[in-house]
């Protein structure tokens, strides 16, 4: 699901918040003097407030498969068949890494702003729901 600035969405599952935490004003060197939890219940309703798209970065097998794809695809039908041969086994041997490259491509977080006034930001598009 692809969420968009402005729409309201939910928390699909349980969540749980840990870490330090510092009085406000306190300087940088108490960081760390308290800890704390804060748990929230899935169902919480919000509005998105940013959406990030992060694109990964290209293999070099990602990048060749991709030239020699876009090659095949120009001028396959003009090649000699055994020229035509050999970039298609070229290509084939470079698609598992494409295939898991595409999988994992695109990763996409989220500021939201839920209804209890507590903002949840950098957080995985999947950890919510259309509302």
Known sequence: MTLNVGQRVRLAADLRLAG???????PPEETGAFAASLALAAGIEGTVERVDEHHRQQSHEV???????????DFGHQMPSASRKQLEEQVGALEEQ???YQRRMLRVTVRVRLDNGFVLDDVPEEAFASA
């Open 20 to 26: 330090s935490v510092a009085p406000a004003g306190e």
């Open 63 to 73: 990048r060749e498969y991709l030239r020699l794809k876009s090659l095949l695809d």
């Open 98 to 100: 494409w295939v898991a």
